[in-house]
């Protein structure tokens, strides 16, 4: 990127209050674009995601990549003096994102209408596991109870199991990422108004809004989607397929075309022609039919042969990759999806790169997550807010920061 272009987002200050996943996480898309994210930890009780993951010298390795490009401070929001304290930071901010249970920013008088009578132009983006308003708001909700209600745990795993979770928070991040769109999109309008709003989001809502045509089916169809395994209801051949080596290859050739080239591949041509398989309706009531012709044939090829064929040939396919997989592989490094910065204590860091790709203004990856909670107190108080040193050592006497 030139030194000349700036990046996308700078210029734009966040407020991350929360913890663990959903707020955070976005807090983390907005850092990575270049707006500068304020991360607020109360004094005596930090993030618990500074223990999650794995750990490294006594150092959970989930916070330096959650929370990269965050200035770390702490304030006392449940004191009025610490609350006096978030009104000045509001003064300065663009944009708050809070992810406690509904009713507790009130609790503090720290309201979206106290705040934008302070600030007309701030957004808060408020994430909870059922939102702001409804019978449930006020019930606790993680992820995974969203993952649940939201309907994807009902269609994970295999029929003859009970319904399993995805091995990631999904529910958690579907729901950062839903809250992004939306304070992006508010961004947008107080270009117009010049006011700011609330970003409401649910994670059961997020979960729900991915949930393709289950409405429709049930409703209009009558039929309710069930676990399946590792295929799509009437969507074939897209499955996992064994080969001679062992290995598993997922195949995606559901599409006419597609289906055509695959035959191609298996130098079975005239199975496209077969009225079981030859349209998209056919071969979806005809799943078990086609998917077993299709591991028949990777039965007899190692999984390179296939892969190299399939490629060939244009037909989507490729491995189930472990971690190991992706850091060997030439296509995450083109990408720089696998990045490197400096971490104070354990060195070289690696993480995950940036997403999406902007092709003029790309995000940027400057630090890990602040070692100690605090630690740009000084730079905050003292910079943005103009706090003199008498000051911030009487907050600190009285633990609001």
Not at 44 to 67: A, H, M, N, V
Not at 202 to 218: G, L, N, Q, R, T
Not at 363 to 377: C, S
Request: proline share 6%.
């Amino acid at each position: 990127m030139s030194t000349e272009e700036r990046l996308p987002l700078e210029g734009i200050r966040v407020l991350e209050l929360g913890t663990l996943l959903a707020g955070p996480f976005a807090g983390r898309l907005f850092g990575d674009f270049g707006a500068e994210v304020i991360k607020i930890e109360a004094p005596d009780k930090g993030d618990p995601l500074r223990q999650w993951g794995q750990e490294k010298d006594g150092i959970g390795l989930w916070w330096p990549i959650q929370s990269r490009n965050k200035k770390s401070i702490t304030l006392n929001l449940r004191e009025e003096e610490g609350q006096e304290t978030f009104k000045d930071l509001v003064k300065e901010a663009d944009i708050i994102i809070e992810n406690f249970r509904p009713g507790t920013m009130e609790k503090w008088n720290l309201s979206y209408e106290t705040l934008s009578e302070i600030n007309p132009g701030i957004i808060m983006t408020r994430t909870s596991g059922y939102g702001q308003t409804g019978p449930y708001k006020d019930r606790a909700g993680f992820g995974s109870v969203g993952e649940a209600m939201g309907g994807i745990r009902h269609v994970t795993g295999f029929p003859d199991r009970p319904p399993s979770r995805i091995g990631i928070s999904i529910g958690d991040s579907l729901a950062a990422l839903f809250s992004m769109i939306g304070t992006l999109t508010a961004l947008n309008e107080r270009h117009h108004s010049g006011k700011g709003q609330v970003v409401d989001t649910a994670i059961y809502e997020s979960v729900f809004s991915v949930m393709e045509s289950m409405i429709p089916d049930y409703l209009l169809a009558d039929y309710v989607r069930e676990r399946m395994g590792n295929i799509l209801p009437n969507v074939a051949p897209s499955n996992i397929y064994k080969t001679k080596d062992g290995t598993f290859v997922v195949i995606g050739a559901n599409a006419d075309g597609v289906f055509k080239r695959l035959c191609e591949a298996m130098e079975q041509p005239k199975l496209y022609d077969d009225p079981r398989f030859h349209t998209h309706l056919a071969r979806g009531k005809n799943i078990h039919e086609i998917d077993g012709l299709i591991e028949k044939w990777t039965m007899q090829h190692d999984s390179g042969y296939v892969l190299n064929i399939l490629a060939e040939k244009g037909v989507p396919s490729g491995l189930i990759y472990s971690v190991k997989d992706i850091i060997d592989d030439p296509q995450y490094k083109e990408r720089e999806m696998v990045i490197k910065r400096d971490h104070p204590t354990l060195g070289e860091f690696p993480m995950p790169g940036i997403v999406p790709k902007l092709s003029r203004t790309p995000g940027e990856v400057k630090y890990v997550g602040a070692e100690f909670m605090g630690q740009h107190n000084k730079e905050v108080y003292g910079g943005l807010l103009q706090y003199d040193d008498k000051k911030l050592q009487r907050l600190k006497e009285r633990h609001i920061i």
